[in-house]
């Protein structure tokens, strides 16, 4: 008769969580906006940019449903997309990438990511990342037992230290991620941080992995400098982007990568096994947004945004609550030391209950014990839903 391990005292079950799993939690981000949904607040905590969608589109993706495109597209997406992509990268970058070979349809900028770390990084390599970061980064690399290592950027404008840089490279460093214009922070990495950086992956041999998903969302005359367009970075370069911020679809995780065509086809087939493909009626509506809309409609996305900043940096200064002025992103980040609570937890939930407004605590950024002084603020809203936010947080 077989025994079952339980039968024997001194054996440990093999019905046990993975090693990853004890430290794996809800993001504070999602905790947030869990909250704030339960007391029916205004939600300024996670980025669900639900400003109107572009009207191509919308059209585009409700007509390819009823044409029956509702089955499985090719793994690295829809030819129609894939060449769009690719098309707008050359516009805007003059970056030259060939669809059939070098273009990944993702489900989001986060499944481009995923299969980005899976074709590319092993167990126990380093990634280096700039903090403030985002936990999502972060924890894709947890969740595939790499190493993120953190380099500070010098608060409060978020200057990239150059020595901080290089002495964060160890043998075990394979890659660096990049986030430009950078969730939370809106910094905008100059072009001359971007060469420093390329410097090194230059200098060791490095992967770069980009997230470009904010490059439209750029203010006060700035410019988005793609990483890619330097001089020996298109090889190692892997852009990771998306139609969630541009299109306000982020319901609709759908996301693009771009790189070399030795590292696409991996990359193409982890995606595939995460995920099959992208969602397929979707793929034919942000096709048709990259083919139709005008020139003006991204530089109107920017002005309007920039609008939306500067309403939620003068409630915020009225509320004395200190914010550092986002040059990119549609993120704020301000000080939260008048408000009571011993962490940014604390102070998040604090501000949600007196004001109806969830924020992000700033810790959720940083790693532990920094960042407790800073809540972060999402202005991608309606802006009924925006001016209503201000006037709540003029009233703390």
């Known amino acids: 008769?077989?025994?079952?391990?339980?039968?024997?005292?001194?054996?440990?079950?093999?019905?046990?969580?993975?090693?990853?799993?004890?430290?794996?939690?809800?993001?504070?981000?999602?905790?947030?906006?869990?909250?704030?949904?339960?007391?029916?607040?205004?939600?300024?905590?996670?980025?669900?940019?639900?400003?109107?969608?572009?009207?191509?589109?919308?059209?585009?993706?409700?007509?390819?449903?009823?044409?029956?495109?509702?089955?499985?597209?090719?793994?690295?997406?829809?030819?129609?997309?894939?060449?769009?992509?690719?098309?707008?990268?050359?516009?805007?970058?003059?970056?030259?990438?060939?669809?059939?070979?070098?273009?990944?349809?993702?489900?989001?900028?986060?499944?481009?990511?995923?299969?980005?770390?899976?074709?590319?990084?092993?167990?126990?390599?380093?990634?280096?990342?700039?903090?403030?970061?985002?936990?999502?980064?972060?924890?894709?690399?947890?969740?595939?037992?790499?190493?993120?290592?953190?380099?500070?950027?010098?608060?409060?404008?978020?200057?990239?230290?150059?020595?901080?840089?290089?002495?964060?490279?160890?043998?075990?460093?394979?890659?660096?991620?990049?986030?430009?214009?950078?969730?939370?922070?809106?910094?905008?990495?100059?072009?001359?941080?971007?060469?420093?950086?390329?410097?090194?992956?230059?200098?060791?041999?490095?992967?770069?992995?980009?997230?470009?998903?904010?490059?439209?969302?750029?203010?006060d005359g700035t410019r988005h400098i793609a990483p890619a367009t330097l001089d020996g970075m298109r090889e190692r370069t892997i852009v990771l982007s998306g139609f969630s911020k541009t299109f306000s679809v982020t319901g609709w995780r759908l996301g693009y990568a771009t790189a070399d065509a030795k590292w696409m086809a991996a990359m193409a087939y982890f995606h595939d096994l995460t995920y099959v493909c992208a969602p397929s009626a979707l793929q034919h509506g942000a096709a048709a947004g990259l083919e139709q809309l005008p020139p003006s409609f991204y530089t109107q996305l920017a002005a309007d945004h920039q609008s939306k900043r500067e309403r939620i940096l003068a409630a915020l200064r009225h509320a004395g609550m200190e914010p550092t002025v986002p040059a990119g992103a549609y993120y704020v980040l301000a000080r939260a030391s008048r408000l009571p609570g011993k962490t940014a937890a604390e102070k998040a939930r604090h501000l949600l209950a007196a004001t109806g407004v969830a924020s992000v605590a700033g810790s959720a950024f940083f790693r532990h014990g920094h960042g407790e002084d800073l809540l972060r603020f999402c202005f991608a809203k309606r802006d009924a839903d925006l001016d209503e936010a201000c006037a709540r947080l003029r009233r703390l």
Request: proline share 6%.
């Open 1 to 219: 008769m077989t025994r079952s391990l339980a039968s024997h005292p001194h054996t440990t079950s093999r019905l046990a969580l993975s090693e990853l799993a004890p430290g794996a939690m809800q993001s504070e981000i999602r905790a947030m906006t869990t909250e704030c949904d339960r007391i029916g607040g205004i939600n300024l905590a996670q980025g669900v940019c639900d400003t109107p969608v572009p009207a191509p589109v919308e059209a585009e993706a409700i007509a390819a449903i009823r044409a029956g495109h509702n089955i499985y597209t090719r793994l690295d997406g829809i030819t129609r997309l894939r060449q769009a992509i690719a098309a707008k990268q050359q516009r805007d970058y003059g970056l030259a990438y060939d669809s059939e070979t070098e273009v990944l349809v993702a489900s989001g900028a986060t499944g481009g990511l995923h299969a980005a770390a899976m074709a590319l990084l092993n167990p126990h390599d380093e990634v280096l990342l700039f903090e403030p970061f985002y936990g999502y980064h972060v924890s894709t690399l947890k969740s595939m037992r790499v190493k993120p290592v953190f380099v500070p950027l010098a608060a409060p404008h978020w200057e990239l230290d150059t020595d901080a840089l290089h002495a964060a490279i160890t043998p075990r460093t394979r890659a660096i991620l990049l986030n430009t214009p950078a969730n939370p922070s809106g910094k905008v990495f100059s072009r001359s941080e971007i060469e420093a950086i390329a410097d090194v992956c230059r200098e060791h041999d490095l992967f770069l992995f980009t997230d470009e998903i904010y490059e439209y969302f750029v203010y």
